[in-house]
T-cell receptor, first 115, second 118 residues
Framework: SQELEQSPQSLIVQEGKNLTINCTSS?????LYWYKQKYGEGLIFLMM?????EEKSHEKITAKLDEKKQQSSLHITASQPSHAGIYLC???????????????FGQGTELSVKP | DSGVTQTPKHLITATGQRVTLRCSPR?????VYWYQQSLDQGLQFLIQ???????AKGNILERFSAQQFPDLHSELNLSSLELGDSALYFC?????????????????FGPGTRLTVL
């Protein structure tokens, strides 16, 4: 079965610093999804990456997909306290056409931003 | 606000009891997914319904069951509850349509139901 490994597991950064979170898949990726979760709350959809080499940005968050490496990275520029939370990557283990559309998730990266 | 609603927000019950969690998907979404999040297992897929029919199953226990109604809302039933069932239960919905060119599947999550079994 497919597994997603996120690194680091936790991260503490000073406000204003840049940071990167990685997500590596054990198998082929059919789309990669990034979510943010405040502790004990629901997941907020950030962005979806579909093709190798694709890069998307939303405000100060940029995500890239390296299909060959079966890896995605999430980069936050000039971090702010509002960026604090748990970041989860999710992937579809198979093509939606053929089977159900469940997502497999990484274990999450907990980000703290010190003012 | 994702547009997915879940009730109740919190649920405290005793071992051996049965509870029902309710989810209303975003308007127009046909797929509903249920996930369980716990500290030791992380976020795990339980079951998916698409337009009223079961579409996919994950590691859902036999004590758990779900259904999706004609108005597309869904319920997750948990019975013979054990201490280990304490977790956050999320519902998600997706705009994806099976059999269409849209094959990627962003899912929008509700706020979750925190279940505590004492």
């Amino acid at each position: 079965s497919q597994e997603l490994e996120q690194s680091p597991q936790s991260l503490i950064v000073q406000e204003g610093k840049n940071l990167t979170i990685n997500c590596t898949s054990s198998k082929t990726l059919y789309g990669l999804y990034w979510y943010k979760q405040k502790y004990g709350e629901g997941l907020i959809f950030l962005m979806m990456l579909q093709k190798g080499g694709e890069e998307k940005s939303h405000e100060k968050i940029t995500a890239k997909l390296d299909e060959k490496k079966q890896q995605s990275s999430l980069h936050i520029t000039a971090s702010q306290p509002s960026h604090a939370g748990i970041y989860l990557c999710g992937a579809a283990p198979y093509h939606l056409y053929n089977q159900g559309g469940k997502l497999i998730f990484g274990q999450g990266t907990e980000l703290s931003v010190k003012p | 606000d994702s547009g997915v609603t879940q009730t109740p927000k919190h649920l405290i019950t005793a071992t051996g009891q049965r509870v029902t969690l309710r989810c209303s998907p975003r308007s127009g979404d046909l797929s509903v997914y249920w996930y369980q999040q716990s500290l030791d297992q992380g976020l795990q897929f339980l079951i998916q319904y698409y337009n009223g029919e079961e579409r996919a199953k994950g590691n859902i226990l036999e004590r758990f069951s779900a259904q999706q109604f004609p108005d597309l809302h869904s319920e997750l039933n948990l019975s013979s509850l054990e201490l280990g069932d304490s977790a956050l239960y999320f519902c998600a919905s997706s705009p994806a349509r099976l059999g269409t060119p849209r094959v990627y599947n962003e899912q929008f999550f509700g706020p979750g139901t925190r279940l505590t079994v004492l």
